[in-house]
């Protein structure tokens, strides 16, 4: 099993350009989340989903949308990037919420200039 | 609003030691509280979740309490090793949503 999978693992964008990052996992997960870390700072939880063709924002959803077309695929969208994106992505899943782990892929660098 | 918060936000010991990690939340009402272990330019692995009605679990020279009356937890680490330096973070999912917020973790470095 290559567990999560996020692509890419770096990206440079300019001030309003758009990207989408995706994430992939093979362990017949529900649940998948997006977090962004930023330094000296814990994990914000962007958005996540509950199952396939759900999502639902997290503590820090603006700038951002996702998708979750295929359960194994969980897609973030930035539509106009801003230096404040600049920061560490990380796409994690679970198979239930409050009795399984969390289990993260290795993350994505994105800078905004 | 759940706050947690770990202090010291970093640490360094010799090889060898046992010692505490120490991680604090305002907001009792937790559905589970997870320690995690975060290795530098890389993504995070779970290392022990504590559900509400438990007080500790262990795995190999890791063990994890729960204090919910107190808002703590700590993760004891036993005779420390090299290997072992990391960041290791804390997280807590409260019963009214699924999101976990989380402290800013430690920053371990063991000494050869």
């Known amino acids: 099993n290559a567990g999560v999978t996020q692509t890419p693992k770096f990206r440079v964008l300019k001030t309003g350009q758009s990207m989408t990052l995706l994430c992939a996992q093979d362990m017949n997960h529900e649940y998948m989340y997006w977090y962004r870390q930023d330094p000296g700072m814990g994990l914000r939880l962007i958005h996540y989903s509950v199952g396939e063709g759900t999502t639902a924002k997290g503590e820090a959803p603006d700038g951002y949308n996702v998708s979750r077309l295929k359960k194994q695929n969980f897609l973030l969208g930035l539509e106009s990037a801003a230096p404040s994106q600049t920061s560490v992505y990380f796409c994690?899943?679970?198979?239930?919420?409050?009795?399984?782990?969390?289990?993260f892929g290795p993350g994505t660098r994105l800078t905004v200039t | 609003k759940q706050e947690v918060t770990q202090i010291p936000a970093a640490l360094s010991v010799p090889e060898g030691e046992n010692l505490v990690l120490n991680c604090s939340f305002t907001d009792s009402a937790i559905y589970n509280l997870q320690w995690f272990r975060q290795d530098p330019g890389k993504g995070l692995t779970s290392l022990l979740l504590?559900?509400?009605s438990q007080r500790e679990q262990t795995s190999g020279r890791l063990n994890a309490s729960l204090d919910k009356s107190s808002g703590r937890s700590t993760l004891y680490i036993a005779a420390s090793q090299p290997g072992d330096s990391a960041t290791y973070l804390c997280?807590?999912?409260?019963?009214?949503?699924?999101?976990?917020?989380w402290g800013a973790g430690t920053k371990l470095i063991i000494k050869p």
């Open positions: 504590i559900q509400s």
């Open positions: 997280a807590t999912e409260s019963y009214s949503n699924y999101q976990l917020i």
């Open positions: 994690a899943s679970s198979y239930d919420r409050a009795t399984y782990e969390q289990y």
